[in-house]
């Protein structure tokens, strides 16, 4: 415990780490799914072969590019300065601020609701500082000239609820009607994708590099002083340059033989689809029979193996037969050549695992920043802007992002990949593409984005392509709505949650209270103490009222009395039955009182030449021989204070 500045809030460290992961679970199952989400919607991907991507791509994300000096105050929402006297104050009120994120992204994931995971960290920060400093403490609206608009704060989050959706829409739906015009409406579209593709690979290449090279990596890049967004952009160029080479001549000739391969199969699939369904009616019925001889324990490993996989195993294609509104979306999309689509449909998966690679690298911060500082201040004991996470904390942040995708990300990636509108691998390729170059090129303007918002715009953008029916207005309509309420729901459960907190009585505080308490008092009586046990030793001279008139015995019984019942008053105030709680003011003013006696009675005034003329006593209670004419040196005399509290005892 010696090497923690503060032991005794060494529990908000493990409450935070649980917190964290429980943020990175809500985070995966809902804000991940954006990646995937069309890929799963377009069938370019089962869920399960999402899932394990994704896994791995979030990870190395995480790791190799997520442990970055990580800005504690989410989108500079919070006015650190207000917290600096009081930094576990600020690591308490991030604890709940990641426990009330996980509740709602939890419960936003259950309603198939695709909020911002950023956005529920900056509505909790809003909630607690609003709660502790007051409208000072929340950055509403700080000028920024380098930003568009000029502003940083909560402004640009209010304005990103319209500002994503639309930029992406926009984008998807140019993207898309390229792709329509130039190669799916053709005649020979499966030949023309062929050449198409490794134009749209350079593309494409170049925009998800330099994505993570900006978002994901940007803040490790950024230590380079070399490195700038110009370089960035030419080695994305190169990059893509060799991708683009190599599918000239490697990919293009083995994803022709294989898709022709897999259209001859479904041929011949669908050819002798009879025999297909009795063989697997066979089967069925012999994995029964095989499992009425297992044992108890193969059907409970095999049971715990079915609720372990029940995320990736989940159909979210059901939702197209089981909702009319839907299955009328699907319906009325226009369909294109299978084998057009067969053959963007590597592109997509490309796009995405870029998305979930700078994804992985950029929003592990809101897990790991919040968690970080809360290390850091019950280490240091002091609240730092910017703090560096350990590679601990990143793990645990990344295992809760790709955990929650696992376990409970299908909800999202139905709710992405198949309500919102219908998806192909065309349509799920631009939608991803102009995500990535819509925060690429927002990223570098200033303007507000959020990667959830864009998605949805992008998917919002095709479906209106196929006219008024190629959207789930409704849902849209909720999910929209889902985005303001992330901000105000979190803020105002975390504000009451924080309030309830730090003005509850705490055991720890009143412990330190106590120790105060107890030594201001006593100080104040040991003050009192010596000053009597000075005017004790003069008792003599008061009442002889001759060597020292300024002190008779009218004023020496006052003073001795007076002190005495400041002492006993003391004692009253240690004695907790008979007084109850003290008010801070109490305390200081008896030790003020205590001060001011001893400047101003004490000895050392009753030495000085210009007090008692006919006096010649120094620091002591012996009077020095009439030779002696030099002035003991002795304080000025105090202000007298604490009167209005009643221990006022330098007038008596």
């Not at 505080?509 to 107890?518: P, V």
Request: charged share 15%.
């Amino acid at each position: 415990m010696a090497d923690y500045a503060m032991p005794e809030y060494l529990w908000l460290v493990v409450v935070g780490s649980m917190a964290a992961f429980a943020f990175g679970w809500g985070t995966g199952s809902n804000d991940v799914a954006n990646a995937f989400g069309t890929s799963v919607g377009a069938k370019t991907l089962t869920l399960k072969q999402a899932v394990v991507i994704a896994i791995i791509f979030e990870f190395v994300g995480a790791l190799v590019l997520g442990r970055v000096s990580t800005s504690t105050i989410a989108g500079g929402i919070a006015n650190i300065n207000v917290f600096l006297a009081e930094p576990e104050v600020y690591s308490y009120g991030m604890v709940i601020a990641l426990t009330v994120g996980f509740v709602w992204q939890a419960l936003a994931s259950y309603w198939e609701l695709n909020v911002s995971a950023t956005h529920s960290i900056i509505g909790a920060i809003i909630g607690f500082s609003f709660v502790f400093g007051g409208a000072n403490a929340v950055n509403w609206a700080t000028p920024d000239p380098a930003s568009f608009p000029p502003y940083k704060g909560v402004v640009p989050i209010v304005l990103a609820w319209f500002v994503s959706p639309v930029l992406t829409g926009l984008a998807s739906c140019t993207i898309f009607l390229i792709v329509r015009t130039l190669v799916l409406r053709r005649e020979n579209s499966y030949v023309l994708s062929f050449w198409v593709l490794p134009v749209m690979v350079l593309l494409t290449s170049w925009i998800n590099i330099y994505f993570v090279f900006t978002k994901g990596a940007k803040k490790t890049l950024a230590s380079n002083s070399d490195w700038t967004d110009h370089k960035a952009a030419w080695v994305a160029a190169c990059c893509a340059a060799g991708l683009a080479f190599l599918t000239i001549v490697i990919v293009l000739p083995l994803l022709k033989w294989k898709a022709d391969k897999k259209f001859r199969l479904d041929e011949e699939k669908a050819a002798g689809g009879a025999d297909e369904e009795a063989a697997k009616a066979k089967t069925k019925a012999e994995e029964e029979a095989a499992s009425e001889n297992n044992s108890k324990f193969l059907k409970a490993m095999t049971s715990l193996k079915r609720a372990a996989m029940h995320g990736m195993e989940v159909d979210i294609h059901e939702v197209v037969e089981e909702d009319p509104i839907v299955a009328a979306i699907h319906k009325n999309a226009e369909v294109f050549d299978p084998k057009a689509e067969y053959a963007f449909s590597y592109l997509q998966v490309f796009s995405a695992i870029c998305v979930i690679f700078a994804h992985g690298a950029g929003e592990v911060g809101y897990m790991a920043g919040p968690l970080a500082t809360i290390w850091f201040t019950v280490k240091d004991g002091t609240l730092y802007s910017k703090v560096q996470a350990p590679i601990w904390i990143i793990i645990i942040s990344a295992l809760g992002l790709v955990i929650g995708l696992a376990t409970y990300g299908y909800n999202v990636t139905r709710a992405v990949g198949t309500r919102m509108a219908k998806l192909s691998p065309t349509r799920g390729f631009s939608a991803e593409l102009s995500t990535a170059l819509v925060i690429m090129v927002a990223a570098q303007y200033g303007l507000p984005t959020s990667s959830s918002q864009c998605i949805t715009g992008g998917i919002v953008g095709l479906g209106m392509i196929e006219g008024k029916t190629g959207v789930n207005w409704m849902f849209l309509l909720r999910t929209f709505a889902s985005w303001i309420a992330t901000v105000v729901v979190v803020a105002l459960t975390t504000a009451a949650i924080f309030a309830m907190g730090v003005f509850a009585p705490s055991i720890s505080c009143n412990k330190q209270l106590y120790l105060y308490e107890r030594y201001t008092i006593q100080q104040g009586q040991s003050i009192a103490k010596d000053v009597l046990s000075t005017l004790n030793a003069y008792k003599t001279f008061a009442y002889q009222n001759t060597t020292l008139p300024n002190l008779n015995q009218t004023k020496w019984q006052a003073m001795n009395k007076s002190i005495n019942a400041y002492i006993s008053n003391g004692t009253k105030f240690l004695t907790y039955k008979s007084y109850g709680s003290l008010n801070p003011q109490t305390t200081n003013s008896y030790l003020s009182a205590a001060i001011t006696l001893m400047a101003s009675t004490s000895i050392t005034t009753l030495g000085q030449a210009q007090t008692y003329p006919t006096a010649k006593v120094c620091n002591d209670n012996s009077t020095l021989p009439m030779t002696f004419n030099q002035a003991c040196k002795a304080p000025q005399p105090m202000k007298a204070i604490g009167s209005e509290y009643g221990f006022n005892i330098t007038t008596v």
